[in-house]
């Protein structure tokens, strides 16, 4: 069973100075692709490193399926990491690369594992690279390679960290499309590391959201992207990002009912608690903004940016505040434009500790 448990994980640098990962618990379950985002710095390679066995945790545990790995060095855990820059051995052909795991990691003869390197090779297909050396090779081929060298020693887990972060923006949507595929076929148990929302979303089963080493939300993407916990989850998961407007609270028999300074941002929500002294912030995503003939929040247009199928207009409602609108949308700068949302698409935080409220 490949099931991997963190539990309390936590990883200081720097005799303590540095907290890079707090602790951190998760479960996850045997063929689930989970993905791990978050800005520059906020853990997530130290969080894979410390499965991977490449670095120590300070303190809380790790498991591979019932077994506590914790102190288990790198090699004789069962997991196979694919790395952003391929870290390919350049004098050893692509069939090099591929078998020395295979010689490190078992006792199999030489035809057994030219068999399994060349079910790889095939699945990855690569089979008329096995000759060629990396450096003949292109970006994307070399990390097909590298996939393969994983593959091939058919690991309890395989661990990601930003693998396509280096292939152009075509390439990179096709060896996603890939590693899916991959994850379908061979039903694998993995762990994929990226700071791209866009791509934790598309490829996760469920996606992980860390800030400065801490756990901000798990669960599948369109939960997070719908419900997110905080300000944080909310801005950072979906793009554009989501607009935020700082709104003043008229409590009337138990629900509430935003203001903007300007009175024209009236929204009714459903129940809750409002705290003494508490401030709030709404959040509406881009795309979830209407243009309507009338009756909704007025506002000027600063700029209009076409992007394909779509128009983003720049509005003066709060800083940066977009509206991700059909291209068959084209008012002139300065126009006034009047925007709507349906209710259950307002997201309400409180302003200073950033929790979601409903
Ligand atoms: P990025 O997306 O930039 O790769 P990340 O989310 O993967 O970032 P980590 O590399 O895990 O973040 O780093 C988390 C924190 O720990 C950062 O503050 C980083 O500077 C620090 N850190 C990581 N490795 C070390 C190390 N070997 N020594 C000291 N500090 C470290």
Redesign the pocket.
């Known amino acids: 069973m490949a099931t991997v448990r963190f539990e309390n994980l936590r990883k200081e640098?720097?005799t303590g100075k540095?907290v890079?990962v707090d602790d951190f618990s998760l479960d996850i379950k045997d063929g689930e692709f989970i993905t791990v985002v978050?800005p520059?710095?906020?853990?997530?390679?130290?969080t894979l490193r410390m499965l991977a066995g490449l670095e120590k945790p300070t303190d809380g545990h790790i498991y591979i399926g019932d077994e506590d790995v914790t102190d288990l060095s790198a090699r004789k855990r069962d997991v196979a990491m694919v790395f952003q820059n391929y870290a390919l051995y350049p004098h050893k052909t692509v069939f090099g690369n591929m078998e020395f795991g295979l010689r490190m990691s078992t006792d199999l003869g030489k035809a057994a594992r030219r068999e399994k390197v060349e079910w790889a090779a095939e699945m990855m297909g690569i089979e008329m690279l096995l000759e060629q050396k990396p450096d003949e090779l292109s970006g994307g081929q070399k990390q097909r390679v590298a996939l393969g060298r994983a593959i091939v020693r058919e690991p309890d887990v395989f661990l990601f960290d930003e693998p396509l972060s280096n292939l152009d923006a075509k390439l990179r949507t096709t060896m996603r499309t890939e590693i899916q595929r991959l994850q379908d076929e061979l039903d694998i148990t993995a762990v994929y590391v990226t700071?791209d929302q866009e791509e934790a979303m598309t490829m996760g089963d469920r996606m992980v959201i860390l800030k400065d080493g801490e756990l901000q939300q798990v669960g599948a993407p369109k939960h997070v992207y719908q419900h997110p916990v905080n300000k944080f989850v909310g801005g950072f998961v979906g793009s554009p990002s989501m607009n935020f407007v700082d709104v003043g609270i008229n409590e009337r028999s138990g629900t509430a009912e935003l203001r903007s300074e300007s009175e024209s941002f009236v929204y009714e929500t459903t129940a809750f608690d409002v705290a003494d002294g508490e401030r709030y912030t709404a959040g509406i995503r881009p795309e979830d903004i209407e243009i309507v003939e009338s009756g909704g929040i007025e506002a000027t247009v600063d700029v209009v940016e076409p992007v394909g199928s779509d128009n983003y207009l720049y509005l003066d409602i709060s800083p940066d505040f977009i509206a991700r609108v059909d291209s068959a949308i084209e008012p002139t700068v300065g126009d006034r434009v009047s925007i709507d949302f349906a209710d259950e698409d307002l997201h309400l935080f409180a302003t200073d500790s950033g929790t979601s409220i409903v």
Request: with cysteine.
């Open positions: 640098f720097d540095i890079a978050g520059s710095g906020c853990g997530k390679s130290t700071h």
